[in-house]
């Protein structure tokens, strides 16, 4: 279990830089430097609507999450979208990805919001196995239009 989940600091640039393209590389997405770039302006900027957590222990960065509010305009409420989690590799089964999920979870709670919301790979089995301990897995499907 990490020590302290917390917001990202500017000095976490170098290992949050490693662990997002950690996390792009585990779904095969290509990430530019200017797209972290873009991504890290966002999370250190309270004006944004894109927030981000990080867990450390032992002054290292273990996992990220990044989250965003969106609107519900059927149930009239605000809810939260986990865009992306990521645990390095070798703090896997730490319980780091449920310290960040909880935490996110807590911030909604705080902000009122309805739900926790967030998709991942159908074939990433290990990430599910601790989904299905701490969500419920919907019915719904997600469909993309490329632009």
Do not use: C
Not at 45 to 57: F, I, Q, R, T, Y
Request: hydrophobic share 40%; aromatic share 12%; no cysteine.
């Amino acid at each position: 279990m990490p020590k302290e989940i917390r917001p990202p600091r500017p000095d976490d640039r170098a290992e949050w830089d490693k662990l997002y393209q950690g996390y792009a590389t585990f779904y095969k997405t290509s990430q530019t430097e200017a797209m972290r770039d873009t991504v890290w302006s966002w999370l250190m900027d309270n004006a944004s609507p894109v927030k981000g957590l990080v867990a450390e222990m032992d002054g290292r960065l273990l996992g990220l999450a990044h989250f965003r509010a969106f609107a519900r305009p059927l149930s009239a409420s605000i809810g939260g979208f986990l865009d992306d989690l990521f645990v390095s590799p070798e703090a896997r089964g730490q319980q780091v990805a449920d310290a960040l999920i909880n935490a996110v979870r807590d911030h909604g709670k705080a902000q009122g919001w309805t739900v926790i919301r967030w998709i991942t790979a159908e074939d990433n089995y290990r990430a599910r196995v601790v989904y299905d301990r701490l969500a419920e897995k919907t019915r719904w499907t997600t469909y993309d239009i490329k632009l």
